[in-house]
Structure formats: structure tokens, C-alpha cells
């Protein structure tokens, strides 16, 4: 079972509504959302690995939030986006790529190292950062979760990814894993599109090298499949 990002994330209102995607917009590595606290993720977790269903968590480990006055998060954390500077980490400007915006989606220096629609994107080759995002998903990990489905990920250098995802603890026996499984790991890319071009040139680098791939080619194949009554 995947479930949505479990750290806290910005609140957003947009026409007195909280949008889906401010779940993707990082304030903090702290387990608070409006889906409830670390406690209750954890009780849920546990519960799953008792009926024998494993849960996978969507992780956003390529930036923070974009720009916010006066930002809030989910956990009542504050933040200072426009400076960079997330103090519940903590993050400062200085492990942040510098500010530049997406121009050239057929340059993979551009697409890994630039803000993806504005959101600050973290240097995933700092030793802090990355030490800072293992912590994260090692948490996960003693919650008892199975994997994660990494958000973004050809936004990312696969030389970067790589000691991040060696870094993560085993699966630990007390939730049922066998000894020294690892975590299991799938990337989204997205692929389908105006995009596909896109994933040529970032994305496929990643294809059999740190884990599973996972589109949205495959996803409209099978929906075009039951729709057309067509076997698969």
C-alpha cells in the first residue's frame, strides 16, 4: 500500500481549500500532516505488517517548499522559504542549488540542478543533506515501513541518489522482514507526453541502476487496455 507524504508539508489555502499538492511542498522531516502524527503513522504501520500489507511511502527528496510569506507547516513548524531557510530541519541557503528556474528540459544539467516550478531544490551531493534525508527515511524505516517511491526523481543525479539509498538502514525483524532485507525502492519519472523527451535525456541514467522505474506510460496502457476491452 502507498501512501501520501507523511512529513510535514506547507499549509496552503487556495479558495478556502487545501490542496493536494502542498503535500509536496516540504517545510520539515517531522511526521505531522493532516493525516495525523508520527504515533498514529507508526500505530497504522504496524497494524498493516500484522495483516501481512506493506506500506510504501511517497518521499520528497529533491526540495523544500517554494515561496511563502509568513509560511506555516502542518506541525506547526515556521519557515522562511524566500531566504531558504527551514530552522525544523535545519536548512539554510547553503544546501540549495542556486535559484534558477527549468529553461531547457533537454539539459540535464538544468533539470537536476534547477527549481522544478519554483520549489527550492536541496544539493542532494552535500554530505549534510544527505545525512539529513537518510534520517528521514531511517525513521520511516523503524516505523516499519517496507519502501518508498521516490517523487521526482529525475530531478535528481543518480551519483547523488545512489549513497542515499545504500546509506538507509536494513527492514528490521521486529516488523516481520526477513534479516538484512533492504528497503525497496521505486522512482517516479514522468514519461508520458510532451514529457517523454524529457525522461530520453534525465531519466533513463536511472533504468536498472539504483531501482524500479515507475511512469505513466504503463499506467495509460493499462487504463486504454480496460477501456478498450482489449487484453493484456
Known amino acids: 500500500m502507498q501512501v501520501s507524504p507523511v512529513n510535514e508539508n506547507l499549509v496552503v489555502m487556495s479558495d478556502g481549500n487545501r490542496p493536494?499538492?502542498?503535500?509536496?511542498?516540504?517545510?520539515?522531516?517531522?511526521i505531522t500532516t493532516r493525516s495525523g502524527n508520527k504515533a498514529q503513522f507508526k500505530d497504522m504501520v504496524t497494524r498493516c505488517n500484522q495483516k501481512g500489507v506493506r506500506v510504501y511511502v511517497d518521499v520528497v527528496l529533491n526540495h523544500m517548499s517554494g515561496d511563502m510569506r509568513n509560511a506555516r507547516g502542518t506541525?506547526?513548524?515556521?519557515?522562511?522559504?524566500?531566504?531558504k531557510d527551514y530552522p525544523a530541519v535545519p536548512f539554510d541557503s547553503r544546501h540549495?542549488?542556486?535559484?534558477?528556474?527549468?529553461?531547457d528540459y533537454q539539459d540535464a544539467n538544468q533539470v537536476r540542478n534547477c527549481e522544478l516550478v519554483g520549489l527550492h531544490d536541496l544539493d542532494?551531493?552535500?554530505t549534510y543533506v544527505r545525512r539529513k534525508l537518510v534520517d528521514f527515511l531511517?525513521?520511516?524505516?523503524?516505523?516499519?515501513?517496507?519502501?518508498?517511491?521516490?517523487?521526482?526523481?529525475?530531478?535528481?543525479?543518480?551519483s547523488?541518489?545512489?549513497p542515499i539509498y545504500d546509506a538507509v538502514k536494513n527492514l528490521s525483524s521486529v516488523n516481520g522482514f526477513k534479516d538484512g532485507a533492504r528497503p525497496f525502492f521505486y522512482q517516479e519519472?514522468?514519461?508520458?507526453?510532451?514529457?517523454?523527451?524529457?525522461y530520453s535525456v534525465a531519466g533513463k541514467p536511472f533504468a536498472g541502476l539504483l531501482g524500479d522505474l515507475v511512469g505513466y506510460q504503463c499506467h495509460e496502457a493499462v487504463l486504454t487496455t480496460f477501456q478498450t476491452h482489449r487484453l493484456l
Open 96 to 103: 540549495f542549488h542556486t535559484s534558477c528556474g527549468i529553461q
Open 124 to 126: 542532494q551531493s552535500s
Open 20 to 30: 493536494w499538492w502542498e503535500r509536496y511542498q516540504p517545510i520539515s522531516y517531522n
Open 75 to 83: 506541525a506547526g513548524s515556521t519557515a522562511d522559504p524566500v531566504n
Open 189 to 198: 519519472v514522468i514519461d508520458l507526453g510532451a514529457s517523454e523527451p524529457r
Open 138 to 158: 531511517d525513521t520511516l524505516v523503524d516505523c516499519g515501513v517496507a519502501g518508498f517511491r521516490i517523487d521526482a526523481v529525475k530531478h535528481m543525479s543518480p
Open 160 to 162: 547523488d541518489l545512489g
